[in-house]
């Protein structure tokens, strides 16, 4: 379900939390207004205005907090994807400074390690996939290394860096693959939607004759923090949506490593 969510266009993401929230705050007012009669609530409006202004402090700090963790999430996808691609060049011109004997496979698996990314596994990654699919040929771009033996000192250390390269591409896949699969906890969800309602709830108990106007109040309180949850859903799944990173530092270095 929340596949699905991610995978959506992000105005209708946006919608869809407003309209919950706009159809979520009617049903409480109307739930708070059946059980609470209006002098009783109106009695109490002093007391309702300082709790909900101290609740709002610490609310809005965790609110807060629990957006800048995803777009920090996005930010680093998109530098582990650039970091993936560039290994990838590394690895190519790692091989070619050491000789054309091995330079030629694993321009080739490079190559098709690439495409395997590119046309593969970023469609999974847009349907909240964890994918193994380009695993295979990195497998035998490493062996297709290994099988190679360095003649002097030069293609000695040449290799030497081309080994240490290969295990920082395995670590930048596997961050890759983690971030794609991977989201703020169901825990810290649940805890900053049930602050959320209970704000919402809050403001529904301040003694407002007019309910128009209280739903009014309660609703423009409600969309905000629909548009941040909106915002905060978004920036959490980096590789869905319409807003998801970009795949182009692959596609730029497969023209560099293979410009034909």
């Known amino acids: 379900m929340l596949n699905y969510l991610a ?13 919950g929230s706009l159809l979520l705050t009617y049903l409480l007012m109307e739930l708070i207004h059946r059980a609470i009669s209006f002098d009783v609530r109106r009695q109490h409006n002093d007391v309702i205005g300082f709790i909900i202004g101290v609740v709002a402090v610490f609310y809005g700090l965790i609110i807060a907090s629990v957006l800048v963790i995803g777009i920090s999430r996005f930010d680093h996808a998109q530098q582990v994807v650039e970091n993936e691609a560039n290994l990838i060049g590394d690895v190519v011109r790692n091989a070619r400074a050491i000789s054309p ?8 698996l490079a190559v098709q390690y690439l495409d395997d990314i590119i046309s593969k596994e970023w469609p999974a990654q847009r349907q909240g996939q ?14 297709a290394i290994s099988r190679y033996e360095p003649r002097n000192q030069r293609e000695i250390a040449y290799y030497a860096q081309l080994v240490q390269t290969m295990n920082k591409l395995y670590d930048a896949r596997r961050e890759r693959i983690f971030l794609a699969g991977e989201g703020i906890g169901s825990e810290v969800w649940a805890v900053t939607l049930a602050g959320g309602i209970l704000t919402i709830c809050f403001a529904l108990l301040f003694g407002i004759r007019n309910r128009r106007v209280h739903f009014l109040l309660a609703s423009l309180l409600a969309v905000s923090l629909a548009l941040i949850f909106a915002l905060v859903a978004i920036f959490d799944r980096p590789f869905q949506g319409d807003m998801a990173a970009s795949n182009q530092p692959y596609r730029l270095i497969r023209q560099q490593v293979a410009p034909n």
Do not use: D, F, M
């Not at 004997?101 to 080739?108: D, L, T």
């Open 130 to 143: 964890r994918t193994i699919l380009g695993l295979q040929t990195l497998t035998e771009l490493t062996q």
């Open 101 to 108: 004997q091995i330079e030629g496979p694993v321009k080739h």
């Open 7 to 19: 995978a959506l266009p992000s105005p209708l993401q946006i919608a869809l939390h407003v309209v």
